[in-house]
């Protein structure tokens, strides 16, 4: 067989499979039961633990704090959010999410047939079909008031933009078997810009603190599994960096020094309304 020859017997296999393959694919019959995603609950509230990294040099070790938050929709126009923190920062947090945007829309969302295994490789089935997520996206408006372990009174203020997405969609097999839709849930998405005000300085016995304030960006992401439920499993994980300003070495107030924003929430979302 020459080389010409050969390589149109590859194609044609390959052709064939992907035909195969193809035909497969459509054998899939499914039926979509979408839940109306406006008609979520519009009252959630999280208790949740934090694991942060000190915002200031007056605070030592692994910040750890107990939060209890609350979140209220109102729809069509805006969200707003309040809690009260207990432990390294002993405070009130609270913010609102004007929305812009506050709709329904179809989507593709991806539903998962099977998953197999092979040494080292996963081979995953799927199938996307059409189904709706509310969508919202607007202004937002974060703050933290109180006070922060050693370094004494505490203020932060996040400003930017919100999006939220929430979807609700399952797929009925001809086998009666129900598969869920990977988009399924609630998530938060903040890009804000972050200024805080706080007392900086060493740890050392008579050296004392003094006031510096810091301005840098943080992405925040948030959400929630399942959130149709009574409780549900709640994250969040904010990441950023501040730049704060006025800080001295020796004495001698230097221009700036950069300090990292990570705290890894994590809690339960109980959804009441």
Known sequence: MTSTNKNKAFFAFLTLLIGLNYCKAQTVN????????????????????????????????LPANLNIDAQYWFPKLLDVRAGICLGTFMGLTGGATYHLKDRVKIKKNKFVTSRTTSGRTETTKFFKAPASSKVIFG??????????????????????????????????????????SSKNGWIDVKLQAVVRSVNWGSLIIGEVPYRVMGVGGQINLSGSVRPWKGVTLYFGLPMG?????????????????????????????????
Do not use: C, H
């Open 30 to 61: 499914y039926k979509i039961t979408d839940t109306d995603p406006s008609k979520f609950r519009n009252l959630n509230i999280r208790p949740y633990f934090s694991f942060f990294i000190p915002p200031t040099s007056q605070v030592d070790g």
């Open 241 to 273: 960096v501040v730049k704060m300003m006025g800080v001295k070495q020796n004495g001698i107030s230097a221009e700036s020094t950069i300090q990292p924003i990570l705290s890894i929430n994590l809690g339960a979302s109980i959804n009441i309304l």
């Open 139 to 180: 202004p937002s408006f974060d703050f933290a008031l109180g006070k922060m372990g050693a370094a004494g009174f505490f203020t932060e203020f996040d400003f930017g933009l919100n999006w939220q997405t929430y979807t609700r969609a399952y797929a009925t097999l001809s086998d009666g078997s129900t598969i869920k």
